[in-house]
Each structure stands twice: as C-alpha cells, then as structure tokens.
C-alpha cells in the first residue's frame, strides 16, 4: 500500500522466514551454527552476480560445507528455480522438510501470510517468495522481506524487514511480538528520482549565508538567526568551503540569494548580497539587509507594469 501510494507501478516484495533457515541448518546437519547458516544465505546471494560455479566454490572454501552440505543447498535453492504459484512452492518446500519440525512451523507461516494476503485483494504477482532473503539481524524470529523497484534493479532493496519475538519483551518484561520495517530513504528517493516520479524539488530557503573564514563562525550564526526571526528562511552553509563550490549548492538548491561576508566587510559594517538569477552582487549595509531581501522579494512577486 505504500509503494502503491508513492505511485510506484512496477515493485516486488521478497518474502522467506528465518525458521527456515534454522530448519536448513538441521537438514545439512555437521553441528552448523546459525551464524554459519547466515554465512551461506550471504554466499547464495551472489547467485545472480557470480553465477553457480563461483558460489558453489564459494560455499566449500568461505563457508566449510562439505559435498553433501553443497549439494543440499543448491537442493533447496533449485525449490524456487523456475517461476511457479507461491502455493505451489510452498508445497514444495512443505515435502522438502517434511522431517524437520522449525522449518514446517515457517512454512506454515508463509502458507499463512500469502493465503492472508491473497483474502484481502492483495497482487500476489507483487509478492515473490525468495529463499536467499535472510535478513541480518540475529532478533528476527519470522518473515522476512525486502522490497526492490523492477525498474532499477540494480538499485538494492528500498525497504525491508520482518518478525521479531521476544526484542520488547526483553526490555518491557512482558511478551510482546512485533513487525518492524525500515526504509532506505536516501535510495528510496534517489529510485523515485530517477524514474521520474519523483522531481527535484527547489529548497524553502530564501537565503544562504555563506561561510568565508572560520574565526567568523559565530557572526554567521548571529546573521542566519536574525534573519529567521525576520521571517526569512535561512540555510547556514555547513564549513568553509570556496565561494564558488558555496554558490552552486545555492543555486543547484534553487536559493535566489546568498550573503557574503569576510573580514573586509564586517570591518566596513556591510554584506555582499549575491542574486543569483541575475549573476550580480550588490554591496547592502548591514543594518539594512533585512530590508533590502524583503524588498527583493517584494518585487519579484509584482505583476509587471504594461507599457504605453
């Protein structure tokens, strides 16, 4: 639903339940701990960039499986080999572990959920089961999942996560099982963007105070707070980089004006305002900029005069 309300037309959700992972550690058997198990889940997911060769030497030489251990891996990955109607695979994997009790217990779960969803009128074909997701965490307890955009998928997940017993409970002394999921945000919208449903959108500064020379830091922070309690939306450039690169972060920004002060002009008690629409700089009075930015604004937002 929230893919769906960002207006992202073609996503798939990655499903698999981490009780499976303990049933496969069982079914290789060899003592494998769970974190030996995790280890394969991060060879297998080189599949798609290493092929089968490369991760089956992957997993006798990084992870210590034997012929028998590699062979039942690949057995169980082969599961989800050929697109097939997630009921179907989960039969599959229903037989596979038909002796391993932990790992029914998760299939079960997965039966549950896409029969769930299905009730309520989700698109299965968004839904896709992926035995390779594990997720990383030691406290997740159930499903797991990971969301990619079909689009980009390079891009790497956008979202994810899943079941975890027992993480409250620890702190709040009581049993309390939780779903928990988190967004890449920063690769969220970089996908948006890049798709085109999401557009760059300008800065809500008005102004950027730039910062020329360190020993000046605390007049910058004093220039930038009186402008905000002027009503002037104000962005404070982080360090002391060049002017230049300080005004092409203002104008990639879309901020119309930035104000420069060094030595010289503090020393005179004035300010370089910089317009940046029109490549000009003009020399205000210190006292004065308050003003001068209002009256700025105040005719650019004029309708134009009609000529004679």
């Not at 997911?45 to 092929?51: A, E, I, M």
């Not at 082969?78 to 009921?87: F, G, K, P, V």
């Not at 896709?128 to 990619?148: P, Q």
Request: proline fraction near 4%; include cysteine; charged fraction near 25%.
């Amino acid at each position: 639903i929230f893919m769906q309300a960002l207006g992202v037309p073609r996503f798939r959700i990655h499903l698999s339940h981490r009780k499976l992972l303990e049933g496969l550690a069982a079914f290789l058997g060899g003592g494998l701990t769970k974190a030996q198990v995790l280890g394969v889940f991060r060879t297998v997911d080189k599949l798609p960039s290493q092929g089968r060769e490369r991760v089956l030497e992957l997993l006798h030489t990084d992870c210590g499986l034997d012929d028998a251990q590699v062979e039942a891996v690949f057995r169980f990955l082969d599961l989800a080999a050929t697109e097939c109607d997630i009921l179907v695979l989960i039969d599959r994997l229903e037989a596979f572990f038909h002796e391993v009790p932990v790992a029914l217990e998760g299939v079960s779960d997965l039966r549950r959920i896409f029969v769930g969803a299905q009730q309520a009128g989700l698109d299965l074909a968004r839904l896709h089961l992926d035995l390779t997701i594990a997720r990383g965490l030691d406290y997740y307890t159930g499903a797991v999942f990971e969301t990619f955009l079909e689009d980009l998928p390079g891009l790497g997940s956008v979202m994810s996560g899943g079941r975890y017993d027992g993480l409250i409970g620890f702190f709040a002394r009581q049993d309390l099982p939780a779903v928990g999921i988190s967004l890449g945000l920063d690769r969220l919208f970089a996908g948006l963007e890049e798709l085109g449903i999401m557009k760059p959108c300008s800065a809500t500064a008005r102004v950027l105070v730039t910062q020329l020379e360190p020993a000046l830091e605390p007049d910058y922070l004093a220039l930038a707070a009186r402008l905000r309690r002027a009503g002037i939306p104000t962005e404070l450039y982080h360090q002391c980089d060049s002017l230049g690169k300080q005004l092409q972060f203002a104008d990639r920004r879309g901020i119309p004006y930035a104000l420069i002060l060094g030595g010289n002009e503090r020393a005179n008690g004035v300010i370089g305002l910089k317009i940046l629409a029109e490549q000009r700089q003009e020399t205000v009075a210190f006292t004065g900029i308050v003003d001068r930015l209002n009256a700025l604004d105040a005719s650019r937002e004029a309708p134009a005069k009609l000529q004679d």
